[in-house]
């Protein structure tokens, strides 16, 4: 009796890991039906989720019922289709105001001067045009010096042109008059009027980059990339700078792709919307996510 007493209670104690790993699945499963509704982009039928899930209908029910008693999935009662509810929404903004941009944007700057060996800058959009506000010094050959609270122009800089492209037109009219007025007595430059400016802003939306080779330095190449928050509006600028001839400054190029992938990993961070980090990852020109600026 004893012994059987033993073998039972050892069953039990074997038994208990793997509820325990069931629980954890349980919960695996579940977030990845949130995102999956997430993606969706609307409410959508059992069906559709369950495909884009990879799962089967009965299953997909069973964990959408759950959902639904915790409040984080809401199931229309007219049309049956399921979409995102209020209980992630209100954990969703109670985490977004616990997120501190300045201090993600800058632990980003890190792993990419890292991973790339070049400089980086951090900037914001101030009273005076595009502010630097943090940097990393990278491994060039020639040391590249930036002064944190400078303000960059809007023509002549990746960072800038980026900014150009995205802040409401209200917000640079007078800035960008002044450049103007500047660019028309600068007999080299590229941008002397509202036509050019037309044309750099639809070369930063349809690339999702802004670039500079030698405009604003002599010596100096960069690219840049928009971060956004949950509003789709952008907060920050993400630049690689470099010697000219020491960085490849296509869209395309190796630089571009990594700096692409951790600006738009950083607006995940901040919540941006969904179709715009994609649109951003797949290159897709970016001209409907700036119909906020008109």
């Keep these: 009796?004893?012994?059987?007493?033993?073998?039972?209670?050892?069953?039990?104690?074997?038994?208990?890991?793997?509820?325990g790993a069931n629980g954890n699945r349980s919960v695996v499963v579940g977030?990845?039906?949130?995102?999956?509704?997430?993606?969706?982009?609307?409410?959508?039928?059992?069906?559709?989720?369950?495909?884009?899930?990879?799962?089967?209908?009965?299953?997909?029910?069973?964990?959408?019922?759950?959902?639904?008693?915790?409040?984080?999935?809401?199931?229309?009662?007219?049309?049956?289709?399921?979409?995102?509810?209020?209980?992630?929404v209100e954990l969703g903004l109670t985490a977004l105001g616990r997120t501190d941009a300045v201090k993600l944007g800058g632990e980003t700057l890190t792993l990419l001067t890292e991973r790339t060996g070049l400089v980086s800058l951090l900037s914001t959009w101030g009273s005076h045009g595009p502010t630097i506000i943090k940097w990393e010094q990278g491994r060039l050959n020639t040391a590249v010096r930036i002064r944190e609270g400078r303000n960059l122009p809007l023509l002549t800089t990746a960072t800038g042109r980026v900014f150009l492209a995205f802040v409401p037109d209200k917000e640079i009219k007078e800035l960008l008059r002044q450049e103007l007025a500047c660019q028309t007595d600068t007999p080299k430059s590229k941008v002397r009027d509202m036509s050019d400016v037309k044309a750099l802003q639809a070369e930063v939306l349809r690339h999702g980059l802004g670039r500079m080779i030698g405009e604003e330095n002599p010596g100096l190449v960069a690219i840049a990339a928009p971060v956004f928050d949950h509003d789709g509006r952008i907060v920050m600028t993400i630049t690689l700078v470099s010697i000219i001839g020491t960085m490849d400054a296509g869209y395309d190029s190796a630089p571009a792709r990594e700096l692409k992938a951790m600006a738009n990993q950083l607006s995940r961070r901040l919540g941006a919307p969904l179709p715009m980090v994609r649109a951003a990852d797949e290159s897709v020109p970016l001209i409907k996510n700036a119909?906020?600026?008109h």
């Design 291 to 293: 119909v906020a600026r």
């Design 1 to 19: 009796m004893a012994s059987r007493s033993s073998a039972a209670k050892v069953k039990k104690r074997r038994t208990q890991p793997e509820k």
């Design 31 to 88: 977030v990845h039906l949130l995102k999956t509704i997430a993606a969706i982009e609307g409410p959508a039928t059992l069906g559709a989720i369950a495909e884009a899930a990879g799962m089967s209908a009965s299953r997909t029910h069973r964990y959408l019922a759950g959902l639904i008693q915790t409040g984080l999935v809401e199931q229309d009662q007219n049309s049956g289709r399921y979409d995102l509810g209020t209980t992630i």
